[in-house]
Protein backbone atom coordinates (compact mmCIF):
# COMPACT_ATOMS: atom_id res chain seq x y z
CA UNK A 1 0.00 0.00 0.00
CA UNK A 2 2.96 2.34 0.52
CA UNK A 3 6.36 1.03 -0.51
CA UNK A 4 5.23 -0.41 -4.01
CA UNK A 5 3.39 2.28 -5.32
CA UNK A 6 6.40 4.80 -4.27
CA UNK A 7 8.51 2.64 -6.37
CA UNK A 8 7.28 4.22 -9.59
CA UNK A 9 7.38 7.45 -8.05
CA UNK A 10 11.07 6.84 -7.01
CA UNK A 11 11.67 6.08 -10.65
CA UNK A 12 10.31 8.89 -12.18
CA UNK A 13 12.15 10.98 -10.34
CA UNK A 14 15.36 9.57 -10.79
CA UNK A 15 14.65 10.00 -14.33
CA UNK A 16 13.39 13.66 -14.16
CA UNK A 17 16.15 15.08 -12.05
CA UNK A 18 17.12 18.50 -10.98
CA UNK A 19 18.35 21.06 -13.14
CA UNK A 20 22.35 22.15 -12.32
CA UNK A 21 23.84 25.38 -13.10
CA UNK A 22 27.53 24.39 -12.82
CA UNK A 23 28.91 27.90 -13.26
CA UNK A 24 27.36 28.38 -10.23
CA UNK A 25 29.22 25.67 -8.62
CA UNK A 26 32.51 26.71 -10.38
CA UNK A 27 32.40 30.44 -8.86
CA UNK A 28 31.85 28.55 -5.60
CA UNK A 29 34.92 26.30 -6.05
CA UNK A 30 36.90 29.05 -6.90
CA UNK A 31 36.29 31.80 -3.85
CA UNK A 32 36.66 28.07 -1.77
CA UNK A 33 40.05 27.84 -3.09
CA UNK A 34 41.00 30.78 -2.56
CA UNK A 35 39.38 30.72 1.41
CA UNK A 36 41.48 27.69 2.12
CA UNK A 37 44.91 28.28 0.42
CA UNK A 38 44.69 31.48 3.39
CA UNK A 39 43.27 28.96 6.05
CA UNK A 40 46.21 26.99 5.22
CA UNK A 41 48.45 30.42 6.05
CA UNK A 42 47.03 31.43 8.74
CA UNK A 43 47.20 27.48 10.66
CA UNK A 44 50.56 26.72 9.40
CA UNK A 45 51.57 30.36 11.22
CA UNK A 46 49.72 29.27 14.46
CA UNK A 47 51.77 25.66 14.50
CA UNK A 48 54.71 27.12 13.30
CA UNK A 49 55.64 24.87 10.43
CA UNK A 50 53.56 23.52 7.99
CA UNK A 51 51.32 20.01 8.06
CA UNK A 52 48.92 18.10 5.97
CA UNK A 53 45.55 19.30 8.25
CA UNK A 54 43.65 16.40 6.67
CA UNK A 55 46.28 13.56 8.49
CA UNK A 56 45.15 12.69 12.01
CA UNK A 57 48.20 11.49 13.32
CA UNK A 58 50.28 14.82 11.63
CA UNK A 59 47.29 17.05 13.12
CA UNK A 60 47.02 15.61 16.74
CA UNK A 61 51.04 15.81 17.03
CA UNK A 62 50.67 19.31 16.13
CA UNK A 63 48.07 20.24 18.64
CA UNK A 64 49.21 17.67 21.75
CA UNK A 65 52.73 17.65 21.28
CA UNK A 66 53.98 21.33 19.65
CA UNK A 67 51.43 23.22 21.40
CA UNK A 68 50.81 21.07 24.31
CA UNK A 69 47.33 21.38 24.26
CA UNK A 70 45.29 19.81 27.29
CA UNK A 71 44.70 15.87 26.36
CA UNK A 72 41.69 15.73 29.17
CA UNK A 73 38.58 14.27 28.16
CA UNK A 74 39.97 13.40 24.77
CA UNK A 75 39.45 10.18 23.22
CA UNK A 76 42.16 7.91 22.27
CA UNK A 77 42.14 6.07 19.41
CA UNK A 78 44.59 3.06 17.75
CA UNK A 79 46.82 5.24 16.37
CA UNK A 80 46.96 8.12 19.23
CA UNK A 81 44.92 10.80 20.23
CA UNK A 82 41.65 11.95 18.36
CA UNK A 83 41.47 14.99 16.69
CA UNK A 84 37.37 14.12 15.23
CA UNK A 85 35.21 16.89 15.44
CA UNK A 86 33.39 16.37 18.88
CA UNK A 87 37.27 16.08 20.68
CA UNK A 88 38.22 19.48 18.77
CA UNK A 89 35.07 21.16 19.99
CA UNK A 90 36.11 20.59 23.39
CA UNK A 91 39.37 22.68 22.55
CA UNK A 92 37.93 25.58 21.20
CA UNK A 93 38.52 27.84 23.69
CA UNK A 94 42.79 26.42 24.34
CA UNK A 95 43.84 27.87 20.68
CA UNK A 96 42.56 29.92 18.02
CA UNK A 97 44.44 27.47 15.88
CA UNK A 98 41.09 25.20 16.35
CA UNK A 99 38.31 27.08 15.02
CA UNK A 100 40.76 27.58 11.54
CA UNK A 101 41.06 23.86 11.46
CA UNK A 102 37.23 23.48 11.67
CA UNK A 103 36.72 25.92 9.20
CA UNK A 104 38.87 24.27 6.56
CA UNK A 105 37.95 20.96 7.07
CA UNK A 106 34.24 22.52 6.76
CA UNK A 107 35.57 24.22 3.38
CA UNK A 108 37.59 21.12 2.72
CA UNK A 109 34.42 18.84 2.91
CA UNK A 110 32.26 21.31 0.82
CA UNK A 111 34.71 21.74 -1.89
CA UNK A 112 35.61 17.84 -2.47
CA UNK A 113 32.19 16.36 -1.61
CA UNK A 114 30.03 18.60 -3.47
CA UNK A 115 31.18 21.53 -5.49
CA UNK A 116 34.06 19.08 -7.44
CA UNK A 117 31.77 16.08 -7.48
CA UNK A 118 28.46 16.75 -8.08
CA UNK A 119 29.09 18.61 -11.82
CA UNK A 120 30.82 15.50 -12.82
CA UNK A 121 27.22 13.80 -12.40
CA UNK A 122 25.18 16.75 -14.48
CA UNK A 123 23.74 14.71 -18.62
CA UNK A 124 23.89 16.69 -21.75
CA UNK A 125 20.64 18.26 -20.66
CA UNK A 126 22.45 20.42 -17.58
CA UNK A 127 20.33 17.50 -14.99
CA UNK A 128 21.28 15.26 -12.39
CA UNK A 129 19.55 12.14 -11.07
CA UNK A 130 20.23 11.24 -7.64
CA UNK A 131 19.78 7.72 -6.60
CA UNK A 132 16.55 7.75 -4.02
CA UNK A 133 17.52 4.51 -1.35
CA UNK A 134 14.09 3.02 -0.28
CA UNK A 135 14.77 0.28 2.22
CA UNK A 136 17.86 1.35 3.41
CA UNK A 137 16.82 3.41 6.78
CA UNK A 138 15.34 0.91 9.39
CA UNK A 139 12.92 3.73 10.06
CA UNK A 140 11.90 4.61 6.57
CA UNK A 141 13.02 7.41 5.93
CA UNK A 142 14.62 7.86 2.15
CA UNK A 143 18.03 8.55 1.60
CA UNK A 144 19.89 9.50 -2.03
CA UNK A 145 23.40 8.58 -3.08
CA UNK A 146 25.09 9.98 -6.44
CA UNK A 147 25.09 12.32 -5.59
CA UNK A 148 23.96 12.40 -1.68
CA UNK A 149 21.67 15.45 -1.78
CA UNK A 150 20.36 14.63 1.60
CA UNK A 151 24.23 16.18 3.30
CA UNK A 152 24.19 19.73 1.61
CA UNK A 153 24.44 21.95 4.92
CA UNK A 154 21.50 24.06 5.06
CA UNK A 155 22.13 26.51 8.40
CA UNK A 156 25.66 27.85 6.82
CA UNK A 157 26.01 30.68 4.37
CA UNK A 158 27.68 28.16 2.01
CA UNK A 159 25.42 26.23 1.91
CA UNK A 160 22.52 28.22 0.73
CA UNK A 161 24.26 29.50 -1.83
CA UNK A 162 25.18 25.68 -2.70
CA UNK A 163 21.44 25.45 -2.94
CA UNK A 164 21.01 28.04 -5.36
CA UNK A 165 22.45 26.45 -8.13
CA UNK A 166 19.61 23.79 -8.16
CA UNK A 167 17.40 25.79 -10.54
CA UNK A 168 13.90 25.17 -12.10
CA UNK A 169 14.03 25.11 -15.86
CA UNK A 170 13.11 27.85 -17.97
CA UNK A 171 9.55 28.59 -17.72
CA UNK A 172 9.26 26.47 -14.82
CA UNK A 173 9.44 27.18 -11.00
CA UNK A 174 9.95 25.17 -7.98
CA UNK A 175 7.60 24.71 -4.89
CA UNK A 176 8.85 23.03 -1.69
CA UNK A 177 6.84 22.08 0.89
CA UNK A 178 8.16 21.10 4.23
CA UNK A 179 6.79 19.69 7.05
CA UNK A 180 7.40 21.87 10.08
CA UNK A 181 8.41 19.90 13.81
CA UNK A 182 7.30 16.60 11.96
CA UNK A 183 9.39 14.37 14.69
CA UNK A 184 7.92 16.43 17.38
CA UNK A 185 4.54 16.39 16.13
CA UNK A 186 5.20 12.52 16.26
CA UNK A 187 6.39 12.57 19.26
CA UNK A 188 3.30 13.80 21.03
CA UNK A 189 1.13 11.47 18.54
CA UNK A 190 2.76 8.46 19.89
CA UNK A 191 3.06 9.43 23.39
CA UNK A 192 -0.35 11.09 23.60
CA UNK A 193 1.03 13.43 26.05
CA UNK A 194 -1.74 16.43 27.16
CA UNK A 195 1.05 19.07 27.45
CA UNK A 196 2.67 18.67 24.24
CA UNK A 197 -1.04 17.68 22.23
CA UNK A 198 -1.97 21.28 23.83
CA UNK A 199 0.64 23.29 22.48
CA UNK A 200 0.46 22.03 19.30
CA UNK A 201 -3.44 22.48 18.55
CA UNK A 202 -2.35 26.69 20.22
CA UNK A 203 0.50 26.70 17.65
CA UNK A 204 2.73 27.49 20.88
CA UNK A 205 6.24 27.34 20.47
CA UNK A 206 7.24 23.48 21.53
CA UNK A 207 10.74 24.61 21.91
CA UNK A 208 9.84 27.96 24.31
CA UNK A 209 7.09 25.74 26.23
CA UNK A 210 9.66 23.25 27.25
CA UNK A 211 11.80 25.25 28.59
CA UNK A 212 9.37 27.29 30.86
CA UNK A 213 8.71 23.77 32.11
CA UNK A 214 12.23 22.72 32.86
CA UNK A 215 13.51 25.98 34.11
CA UNK A 216 10.09 26.60 36.25
CA UNK A 217 9.61 30.04 34.34
CA UNK A 218 6.65 31.38 32.58
CA UNK A 219 7.24 31.67 28.54
CA UNK A 220 7.80 35.31 28.45
CA UNK A 221 10.60 35.06 30.94
CA UNK A 222 12.19 32.37 29.00
CA UNK A 223 15.73 33.64 27.32
CA UNK A 224 17.73 32.06 24.30
CA UNK A 225 20.07 29.96 25.83
CA UNK A 226 17.27 28.62 27.81
CA UNK A 227 14.88 27.68 24.39
CA UNK A 228 18.79 26.99 22.64
CA UNK A 229 18.72 23.93 25.61
CA UNK A 230 15.53 22.99 25.14
CA UNK A 231 15.47 22.54 21.78
CA UNK A 232 18.47 19.99 22.28
CA UNK A 233 16.88 18.50 24.95
CA UNK A 234 13.72 17.95 22.63
CA UNK A 235 15.54 16.28 19.88
CA UNK A 236 17.89 14.52 22.20
CA UNK A 237 14.71 12.33 23.61
CA UNK A 238 13.71 11.37 20.30
CA UNK A 239 16.94 9.57 20.25
CA UNK A 240 17.59 8.13 23.71
CA UNK A 241 20.47 10.95 24.68
CA UNK A 242 22.28 10.73 27.90
CA UNK A 243 23.15 13.21 30.36
CA UNK A 244 26.33 13.45 29.16
CA UNK A 245 25.10 13.49 25.32
CA UNK A 246 22.46 16.10 26.12
CA UNK A 247 25.17 18.00 28.45
CA UNK A 248 27.88 18.32 25.48
CA UNK A 249 24.96 19.54 22.99
CA UNK A 250 23.82 21.96 24.98
CA UNK A 251 27.13 23.04 26.39
CA UNK A 252 25.69 22.46 30.26
CA UNK A 253 27.42 21.15 33.09
CA UNK A 254 26.20 17.49 33.34
CA UNK A 255 24.72 18.03 36.33
CA UNK A 256 22.38 20.38 35.37
CA UNK A 257 21.42 17.98 32.34
CA UNK A 258 20.65 15.46 34.85
CA UNK A 259 18.46 17.95 36.62
CA UNK A 260 16.56 18.88 32.91
CA UNK A 261 16.03 15.67 31.85
CA UNK A 262 14.41 14.71 35.29
CA UNK A 263 12.24 17.46 34.81
CA UNK A 264 11.37 16.74 31.15
CA UNK A 265 10.09 13.70 32.49
CA UNK A 266 7.87 14.58 35.11
CA UNK A 267 6.06 17.65 33.44
CA UNK A 268 5.87 15.30 30.12
CA UNK A 269 4.65 12.29 31.71
CA UNK A 270 2.90 11.24 28.64
CA UNK A 271 6.90 11.24 27.37
CA UNK A 272 8.17 9.22 30.06
CA UNK A 273 5.32 6.70 29.98
CA UNK A 274 5.44 5.73 26.30
CA UNK A 275 9.44 5.70 26.80
CA UNK A 276 8.68 3.20 29.44
CA UNK A 277 6.15 0.85 27.66
CA UNK A 278 7.98 0.99 24.02
CA UNK A 279 10.81 -0.67 25.91
CA UNK A 280 8.62 -3.18 27.68
CA UNK A 281 6.81 -4.01 24.37
CA UNK A 282 10.60 -4.06 22.80
CA UNK A 283 11.29 -6.55 25.25
CA UNK A 284 8.69 -8.86 25.71
CA UNK A 285 8.06 -9.11 21.41
CA UNK A 286 11.39 -8.69 19.97
CA UNK A 287 10.38 -5.37 17.48
CA UNK A 288 8.54 -2.52 17.78
CA UNK A 289 6.18 -1.12 14.90
CA UNK A 290 4.78 2.39 13.70
CA UNK A 291 1.33 3.32 13.37
CA UNK A 292 0.92 2.32 9.88
CA UNK A 293 2.32 -0.69 10.60
CA UNK A 294 6.31 -0.47 9.64
CA UNK A 295 8.36 -3.10 11.88
CA UNK A 296 11.61 -3.68 13.25
CA UNK A 297 12.91 -6.65 14.58
CA UNK A 298 15.26 -5.39 17.87
CA UNK A 299 15.95 -9.28 18.84
CA UNK A 300 19.27 -7.68 20.62
CA UNK A 301 16.97 -5.52 23.41
CA UNK A 302 17.63 -8.57 25.25
CA UNK A 303 21.08 -9.20 24.98
CA UNK A 304 23.52 -9.90 28.36
CA UNK A 305 25.67 -7.44 26.71
CA UNK A 306 24.78 -4.48 28.22
CA UNK A 307 25.86 -1.55 26.09
CA UNK A 308 24.23 -3.41 23.05
CA UNK A 309 21.02 -3.92 25.21
CA UNK A 310 20.57 -0.04 25.35
CA UNK A 311 21.53 0.29 21.91
CA UNK A 312 18.54 -1.43 20.86
CA UNK A 313 16.46 0.19 23.83
CA UNK A 314 16.85 3.78 22.35
CA UNK A 315 16.04 2.53 18.50
CA UNK A 316 12.86 1.07 20.57
CA UNK A 317 12.07 4.46 21.76
CA UNK A 318 13.49 5.90 18.69
CA UNK A 319 11.77 4.09 15.44
CA UNK A 320 7.85 4.77 16.21
CA UNK A 321 8.54 8.45 15.90
CA UNK A 322 11.25 8.37 13.03
CA UNK A 323 9.12 5.56 11.28
CA UNK A 324 5.96 7.33 11.42
CA UNK A 325 7.49 10.88 10.43
CA UNK A 326 8.97 8.79 7.15
CA UNK A 327 5.76 6.72 6.34
CA UNK A 328 3.46 10.65 6.72
CA UNK A 329 6.23 12.26 4.12
CA UNK A 330 6.12 8.82 1.68
CA UNK A 331 2.00 8.62 2.03
CA UNK A 332 2.49 12.84 1.07
CA UNK A 333 4.37 11.68 -2.17
CA UNK A 334 1.69 8.99 -3.20
CA UNK A 335 -0.61 11.90 -2.71
CA UNK A 336 0.85 14.54 -4.34
CA UNK A 337 1.70 11.79 -7.42
CA UNK A 338 -2.16 10.73 -7.25
CA UNK A 339 -3.30 14.42 -7.51
CA UNK A 340 -0.97 15.90 -10.13
CA UNK A 341 -0.65 12.66 -12.19
CA UNK A 342 -1.16 12.75 -15.57
CA UNK A 343 -0.35 16.61 -15.78
CA UNK A 344 3.22 16.62 -17.31
CA UNK A 345 3.81 20.21 -16.59
CA UNK A 346 3.77 19.46 -12.72
CA UNK A 347 6.48 16.84 -11.62
CA UNK A 348 7.82 15.98 -8.54
CA UNK A 349 11.82 15.62 -8.51
CA UNK A 350 13.33 15.85 -5.01
CA UNK A 351 12.31 14.53 -1.58
CA UNK A 352 14.80 15.70 1.13
CA UNK A 353 14.50 14.67 4.69
CA UNK A 354 10.76 15.99 5.25
CA UNK A 355 10.53 18.18 2.28
CA UNK A 356 8.89 17.65 -1.09
CA UNK A 357 10.22 19.52 -4.26
CA UNK A 358 8.36 19.61 -7.54
CA UNK A 359 9.09 21.38 -10.60
CA UNK A 360 5.86 22.95 -11.81
CA UNK A 361 4.46 25.37 -14.81
CA UNK A 362 5.49 29.22 -13.83
CA UNK A 363 1.53 29.90 -14.68
CA UNK A 364 0.61 26.91 -12.79
CA UNK A 365 2.94 27.14 -9.48
CA UNK A 366 0.62 29.08 -7.14
CA UNK A 367 -2.37 27.23 -7.25
CA UNK A 368 -0.16 23.89 -7.09
CA UNK A 369 1.29 25.48 -4.50
CA UNK A 370 -1.86 25.76 -2.34
CA UNK A 371 -3.30 22.38 -3.54
CA UNK A 372 0.04 20.47 -2.56
CA UNK A 373 -0.09 22.35 1.15
CA UNK A 374 -3.98 21.48 1.84
CA UNK A 375 -3.36 17.52 0.65
CA UNK A 376 -0.14 17.32 2.90
CA UNK A 377 -1.73 18.75 5.59
CA UNK A 378 -4.10 16.06 5.43
CA UNK A 379 -2.55 13.32 4.36
CA UNK A 380 -2.66 11.14 7.76
CA UNK A 381 -4.83 12.09 10.86
CA UNK A 382 -3.19 12.68 14.11
CA UNK A 383 -3.91 13.96 17.71
CA UNK A 384 -1.75 17.02 16.60
CA UNK A 385 -2.05 19.45 13.64
CA UNK A 386 0.31 18.90 10.20
CA UNK A 387 1.97 21.90 9.41
CA UNK A 388 3.77 22.40 6.42
CA UNK A 389 5.49 25.87 5.04
CA UNK A 390 5.51 26.02 0.83
CA UNK A 391 7.64 28.45 -0.86
CA UNK A 392 7.80 29.22 -5.06
CA UNK A 393 10.53 30.12 -6.13
CA UNK A 394 13.39 30.08 -9.02
CA UNK A 395 15.72 27.98 -7.55
CA UNK A 396 16.69 25.80 -4.28
CA UNK A 397 17.99 28.18 -2.30
CA UNK A 398 15.00 30.58 -2.63
CA UNK A 399 12.92 28.21 -1.44
Avoid: C
Avoid at 36 to 54: C, H, T
Avoid at 149 to 157: A, F, M
Avoid at 163 to 183: M, V
Wanted: charge should be neutral; hydrophobic fraction near 40%.
Amino acid sequence: EMEMPLLKILADMEITGVELNTVIFKGISEKITVTLKNLEKSIYEMAGREFNINSPSQLSEILFTDLALSTLDIKKTKKGLSTGASELSKLRDSHKIISKIEEYRELFKLKTTYLDAIPKLVDKNSRIHTTFNQAVAATGRLSSTEPNLQNIPIKTELGQLLRTAFTAKEGYKLISADYSQIDLRAVAHVSKDKKMIEAFHRGDDIHSLTAAEINGVTPSQVTQKMRSSAKALNFGIIYGMSSFGFAQSAGIAQGLAKEFIKAYMEKFSGVAAYMKETREFARTNGYVETLLGRRRNLNEINSPNFQVAAGAERMAINMPIQGLAADIVKLAMIKTHQAFDGDSEIQMILQIHDEIILEVKAEKAEVAAKKLKELMENVHPLRVPLIVDVKVGDNWGEV
